[in-house]
């Protein structure tokens, strides 16, 4: 017996123990199968162990695990009732739970912007290895040369500092979904429910919109009218049926009313967007002079903060509302008479159907919408989205400032799609630049994308492979372009707001994205509404044939080919609804820069001379062939499939732009001996702007024992349209870049102040002499600034030896970057970026002049 009972008491005990170590194991590492990757997988520094641990990241972030954090309380707080009778509740009662629990939650929360350097989201938590050789090149660099060695314990300093980011990255991602989740509750409990709230949701709308929209002040914009009258603070223009402003407006009181609501419910007509800034003030008034050719009737908002200067805004207001005579006075520029001669604008607008009707501007100053804190919070190309939310319009056709459009506006609005969607959108150039795993994810995540969700529960449609099988969702960088955004603002009100936190959250968004190119189908489908519509075809290169063999990139093959910096967009009818980049051959004029590359370097300089300094050309269009997925649909985790898309293109016969530049010592450029393998390809020419584009390339199904073929669109525009775009690119060319005839007072300008005198001391050089001839020159350059109409520019002959070192140089780099075929594309892109290139026209920078040296601070140097 007593043995018994010492084996009965062992027993116990080791069950104890036995106990006590699996509790620590499942509460250390939730399960053995975890301790197995810390011990086997995590602390292994090897290739095969950094794949194996990118793809458990990748499954345990994957976008079918996420759950609203507070679901599981919002479920319990029914009393144990089932999904299905939680469902059918009346929406108030699940709106009032869910967001009175929010707020005890955490009553002191607000929307966060994540802009903490230390709390930041780390997209290579996918790619362990990249993090890993970065993190040990700067650990070399650190030491001495002899001490460079990488040992065992810096790797597992390095394995720890991962597991911190991955671990900081989960918690910012889970957040970020909340945050979406919670503005699509917000849209369908209070702004699609708006006309029915009660008491208890109404004080909820308002507690809430403070919360979300904290960075938003109580305040309208400032609108004032072309005739410099101000409508007063806080009052929105109300338009008449025929969308003109005839003095009514709206007021709204900050004390009492919510803005948000405000801006849903009064937003009235229709009407042209544009967010600019004083160095948008020439292309504006090119733009509204196409604008009034195009006999346009709609109003035109022009949204800023602050920065568009009192001479800028009367070039701007002159351009809208002057005579025709004085528009069209070819006094006005001395290049009137370079471009098409035979054309007098003045005599012949009419044959081509143009009344130059004035237009209706108002300038809408948004600097005092936004809160200080974040004045620096929405940059560049995130004002469009501040730009759609406070313009007064509804319905909005949001415009670049370097967009000319070709057909009238009134066409937008008219056509199907936009009847059918409220919304017309327009596809991108179907560059081979691809994304990764973790940003379409991250994405989906931010998506009502799940079955099992409280999305499911207020009846928020979930996406489906309209947005799951795009062509961003499914590997490319690029899908739509955003130089035209058409959108009944408050038919969308929920997938316009989304906007905002794109804007704000700066990683991974911003490297994700370009600029605002994709932020209107995505803002729209984080908040559940696929009702939106884009054009038929992909973006086109416009402009002219290659005909000249020699001239061609590809000299042995049947595809057409245009090289063009500027994508354009035809509608199902083929006909060409608009060109983005403005109406110059070169959106940056890079003509001494392009002499020496091919085809350039066949011309005569003034030949070229005077083609880059040409509006130009629409004679045609090509739309190159659609391109198959790089990615599966549904960011899937195992990346096997697009590894062997990657080994594929890899393993195709190389394009012009992954070639070396040099043959034998002689400059080559170009392809002779099989046809193109995309359907854009990119050059350095008018600094990286330029494509050229193909409607026949091999097929990616092609087999090394039969060469077939994909086809995209070549659009040839018929003669009396030629005339018509020959006609409307010198009404843009010939927008004054002068004062024209006093018209509006130029600002007085101080002489430049007199160099100091230096007081020289011993062994001191005496630089009065430099500082007065820098500040005569700069003096010159600012006075010479305005005046820089077409320049004739003479270059010294080339020899071949200079051509291919300058080629070198330029295409080199560009090799030298490119790395192996998958990469060419996105990899030349962002060199070529960094050169200036291919960011849309809100990333552009101007010139900055240094300022006078002043001789007090050189002595204070000196002393």
């Known amino acids: 017996m007593r043995v018994s009972i010492r084996r009965f008491a062992l027993v116990i005990l080791l069950f104890f123990l036995g106990g006590t170590i699996y509790s620590a194991i499942y509460v250390n590492y939730i399960h053995i199968h975890r301790l197995y990757q810390d011990i086997f997988i995590f602390e292994q520094f090897d290739s095969e162990s950094f794949k194996a641990s990118d793809l458990i990241i990748k499954n345990e972030i994957h976008y079918p695990n996420y759950v609203y954090s507070g679901y599981k309380d919002f479920i319990s707080s029914f009393n144990s009732k089932s999904l299905s009778a939680i469902k059918a509740l009346p929406l108030e009662e699940k709106c009032q739970a869910v967001f009175e629990q929010f707020h005890e939650t955490d009553p002191d929360w607000k929307f966060p912007s994540f802009v903490d350097p230390d709390y930041l989201y780390d997209k290579s938590i996918e790619n362990k290895q990249g993090y890993f050789h970065r ?52 849209d369908k409990c209070f702004i699609k429910n708006d006309d029915q709230l009660t ?108 920065d568009i200067n009192k001479r800028s805004k009367e070039y701007i207001e002159l351009t809208a509302t002057c005579d025709v005579e004085f528009l069209l006075n070819k006094e006005h520029t001395n290049i009137y008479e370079k471009f098409m001669p035979e054309l007098d604008l003045l005599n012949d607008y009419k044959s081509y159907g143009s009344e130059f009707p004035k237009q209706q501007v108002m300038f809408v100053n948004i600097v005092h919408t936004i809160a200080k ?63 990764s795993y973790i940003e379409t994810n991250y994405f989906t995540k931010l998506m009502p994308s799940s079955e099992k969700s409280i999305d499911v529960l207020f009846d928020i449609p979930r996406i489906t492979d309209k947005t799951l099988k795009n062509n961003y969702m499914t590997g490319f960088r690029h899908h739509q372009e955003a130089g ?108 001494y820069r392009d002499r020496v590359k091919h085809p350039f370097a066949l011309l005569d300089p003034e030949e070229l001379n005077v083609l880059f300094s040409s509006p130009l050309k629409i004679r045609a269009a090509i739309v190159p062939p659609k391109i198959p997925y790089f990615r599966q649909p549904y960011s899937p985790t195992d990346s096997t499939a697009e590894r062997a898309v990657a080994k594929k293109w890899k393993e195709r016969k190389k394009d012009v ?53 994909d086809r995209g669109y070549s659009f040839e525009f018929k003669e009396e349209d030629v005339k018509f775009y020959d006609y409307l690119s010198k009404v843009w060319i010939t927008a004054s870049r002068t004062n024209p005839s006093g018209a509006v007072e130029k600002p007085h300008k101080e002489p430049p102040p007199k160099p ?81 290139a291919d960011k849309d026209d809100d990333d552009e920078q101007p010139e900055i002049l240094p300022p006078p040296i002043d001789g007090d601070d050189i002595n204070d140097k000196i002393k």
């Open 135 to 186: 993190a040990q090149d700067r650990l070399r660099k650190t030491r001495p040369e002899d001490e460079r060695n990488i040992t065992y314990r810096d790797n597992i300093g390095i394995n720890n500092d991962f597991n911190r980011q991955i671990m900081k990255t989960k918690q910012i991602e889970q957040k970020m979904a909340d945050i979406t989740t919670l503005m699509r509750l917000y």
């Open 484 to 591: 035209v955004v058409v959108i009944d603002k408050v038919e969308h009100f929920g997938g316009l707001l989304m906007g905002l936190p794109l804007s704000l959250w700066r990683e991974p968004v911003k490297s994700s994205i370009w600029g605002d190119k994709e932020m209107y189908w995505l803002g729209l489908s984080m908040a559940g509404d696929e009702n939106y519509e884009f054009n038929k075809y992909e973006a086109a290169s416009v402009g002219e044939f290659t005909v000249k063999n020699d001239h061609k990139y590809y000299t042995n093959t049947k595809a057409k080919e245009i090289c063009s910096s500027h994508p354009g967009h035809v509608g199902k009818d083929g006909k060409l609804l608009w060109i983005n980049s403005g109406f110059g051959y070169c959106k940056k004029n890079g003509y």
């Open 756 to 836: 100091i005198p230096i007081v020289l001391r011993p062994g001191k050089v005496d630089i009065d002499n430099g500082i007065e001839a820098h500040n005569k020159a700069q003096a010159a350059k600012e006075n010479n600034k305005e005046n820089n109409e077409v320049i004739k520019i003479i270059s010294p002959p080339v020899d071949v030896q200079a051509q291919i070192d300058d080629i070198r140089e330029v295409h080199g780099l560009a090799n030298n970057r490119k790395g192996n075929g998958l990469e060419s594309d996105a990899q030349i892109q962002k060199q070529l970026t960094d050169e200036g």
């Open 199 to 306: 008491p208890n949701l109404k004080e909820l709308y308002d507690r809430f919109t403070s919360k979300l929209f904290h960075y938003i002040t109580p305040n309208l914009p400032l609108f004032q009218l072309s005739d410099h009258r101000e409508i007063p603070a806080n009052e929105f223009p109300v338009l008449n049926k025929d969308n003109e402003f005839l003095g009514d407006t709206i007021s709204f009181d900050p004390e009492k009313e919510n803005i948000i609501e405000f801006i849903h419910k009064h937003s009235n007509g229709r009407g042209i967007v544009i967010s600019a800034t004083t160095r948008h003030a020439k292309d504006l008034t090119r733009l509204i002079r196409i604008l009034r050719a195009l006999n346009n009737k709609l109003p035109i908002q022009i949204l800023y903060k602050g």
């Open 657 to 709: 732009d992954e070639i070396s530049p040099i043959v034998d010592g002689k400059v080559q450029l170009f392809v002779d001996d099989h046809d193109p393998q995309k359907g854009w390809v990119k050059n350095s020419i008018c600094f990286g702007y330029q494509y050229c584009a193909y409607d026949l390339i091999e097929s990616y199904d092609s087999t090394e024992d039969k060469i077939i073929y």
């Open 373 to 435: 804190n974040f004045k620096y919070g929405f940059p560049g190309y995130s004002n469009k989205v501040l730009a759609l939310l406070f313009s007064s319009f509804k319905e909005i056709i949001m415009l670049d400032a370097d967009t000319v459009p070709l057909v009238q506006l009134e066409h937008f609005f008219n056509s199907e799609e936009y009847l059918n969607s409220k919304t017309y959108f327009f596809r991108d150039r179907t560059l081979r630049d691809i994304n």
